[in-house]
């Protein structure tokens, strides 16, 4: 399977805030949105990316605001990203060794989707229901 079947499945919506926007409104949208991290778009460039753990290990634990404190000072700038071409296991690898856990997906440098780790782990449990009916089918028959 790959990422461009994650996508055509689970949608391609992508939200974004800007670099000068607080931290509190970058987690204003994820909380509506309901998702663990937003990128960082600027002129449709990926400019970065900030996650829940940002927000905890860079915020939280350092007694900042986030209110007071711009997304830009806390993103991570170098951003892992995919091709709707990759396959389930190349982002799986890339997850785990990177120890991160969402994937933007660029095509011709223009963010076309995101995927999150659990993306990765339904996809995978689909492929093992089909591999175990298939199975099941094939031994009854």
């Known amino acids: 399977m790959t990422v461009n079947q994650i996508l055509s499945s689970k949608g391609k919506d992508v939200y ?4 000068t926007n ?3 409104e970058a987690l204003t949208i994820m909380s509506e949105k309901n ?4 990128l960082v778009i600027e002129d449709t460039v ?3 990316i900030l996650s829940e753990r ?6 939280v ?3 900042k605001s986030s209110k007071d404190t711009l997304v830009k000072e806390i993103m991570v700038s170098e951003v892992i990203c995919i091709k709707p071409s990759d396959n389930l296991d190349y982002c799986m690898e890339l997850m785990n060794t990177k120890k991160i856990r ?7 440098d223009v ?4 995927i999150s780790i659990s993306d990765v782990v339904k996809a995978i449990i689909e492929i093992q229901k089909d591999t175990i009916n298939h199975l099941n089918s094939y031994i009854t028959q």
Do not use: E
Request: no cysteine; hydrophobic share 50%; aromatic share 6%.
């Open 54 to 59: 940002d927000y905890a290990r860079k915020i």
């Open 46 to 48: 990926l400019k970065g």
């Open 16 to 19: 974004s805030v800007l670099s």
């Open 102 to 108: 969402h994937l933007p997906v660029m095509d011709n």
């Open 35 to 38: 998702i663990g991290a937003i």
């Open 22 to 24: 607080t931290v509190f």
């Open 61 to 63: 634990l350092k007694d």
């Open 111 to 114: 963010v076309v989707g995101i």
